[in-house]
């Protein structure tokens, strides 16, 4: 799996997007950067909702997990690297917060949905963390969400066993307990930062 972060027309839009992404801790925005850690993204118009089937067969929105700091991190289970990298970082991050773990809840979104089945999914995300739910849809539905946050990934030709892989961004999309998109965050950010930032939002929740 090649991580897209410098090839042709896909690495110039993500290139794009993060200079954009970027742009939103200019002026006006100290306050922001000394609470987070990462890359505050509160206001963009994109990254709003998604709709798809959780692993156990229930539909889900953003609105369902109302009341908790969620991270979104979309990939695929056959990733041989910087998916379960991300998700143990995920994982670790969430363990950290002690009592507080029960307020955050952490989403998976499936690129291959072919191949990603909801048992597989149910095997996968939950062993990273318990409550870690894996997310699927049509492969449209997946498309369109994938869009709606801007996340450029392609899947590559199969070789000559029918295996294939999926180029991705790597990003963790974190939403506040009200459900508004709050944080970027890169697939090489750390665990100490992840869980600074998890625990800055849940702050806000009890002011």
Same mark, same amino acid.
């Given at each position: 799996? *090649?991580?897209?972060?410098?090839?042709?027309?896909?690495?110039?839009?993500?290139?794009?997007? /993060?200079?954009?992404?970027?742009?939103?801790?200019?002026?006006?925005? *100290?306050?922001?950067?000394?609470?987070?850690?990462? /890359?505050?993204?509160?206001?963009?118009?994109?990254?709003?909702?998604?709709?798809?089937?959780?692993?156990?067969?229930?539909?889900?929105?953003?609105?369902?997990? *109302?009341?908790?700091?969620?991270?979104?991190?979309?990939?695929?289970?056959?990733?041989? @690297?910087?998916?379960?990298?991300?998700?143990?970082?995920?994982?670790?991050?969430?363990?950290?917060?002690? @009592?507080?773990?029960?307020?955050?809840?952490?989403?998976?979104? !499936?690129?291959?949905?072919? *191949? @990603?089945?909801?048992?597989?999914?149910?095997?996968?995300a939950p062993s990273f963390?318990?409550?870690?739910?894996?997310?699927?849809?049509?492969?449209?539905?997946?498309?369109?969400?994938?869009?709606?946050?801007?996340?450029?990934?392609?899947?590559?030709?199969? @070789?000559?066993?029918?295996?294939?892989?999926?180029?991705?961004?790597?990003a963790i999309f974190v939403?506040?307990?009200?459900?508004?998109?709050?944080?970027?965050?890169?697939?090489? !950010?750390?665990?100490?930062?992840?869980?600074?930032?998890?625990?800055?939002?849940?702050?806000?929740?009890?002011?």
């Amino acid at each position: 799996m *090649r991580v897209i972060f410098g090839h042709g027309r896909r690495a110039s839009a993500l290139i794009v997007m /993060t200079a954009a992404v970027l742009a939103l801790t200019g002026c006006g925005e *100290r306050e922001a950067r000394q609470r987070f850690q990462s /890359t505050d993204i509160t206001g963009v118009d994109w990254g709003r909702d998604f709709d798809l089937t959780d692993h156990t067969g229930r539909q889900r929105r953003l609105g369902d997990f *109302r009341g908790k700091v969620t991270m979104l991190f979309f990939g695929f289970t056959h990733c041989p @690297d910087m998916c379960p990298l991300t998700l143990a970082k995920m994982a670790q991050a969430v363990e950290r917060l002690g @009592d507080d773990s029960k307020q955050v809840q952490g989403l998976f979104v !499936t690129l291959d949905p072919k *191949r @990603d089945t909801p048992e597989l999914l149910a095997r996968y995300a939950p062993s990273f963390y318990p409550t870690f739910l894996g997310l699927y849809a049509s492969p449209e539905r997946i498309a369109a969400t994938a869009k709606e946050f801007k996340v450029f990934y392609a899947l590559q030709p199969p @070789d000559e066993h029918g295996f294939y892989t999926v180029d991705h961004q790597t990003a963790i999309f974190v939403f506040d307990s009200a459900g508004r998109l709050r944080l970027y965050m890169s697939g090489e !950010t750390t665990v100490s930062v992840i869980a600074h930032d998890l625990k800055a939002l849940l702050a806000e929740t009890r002011a």
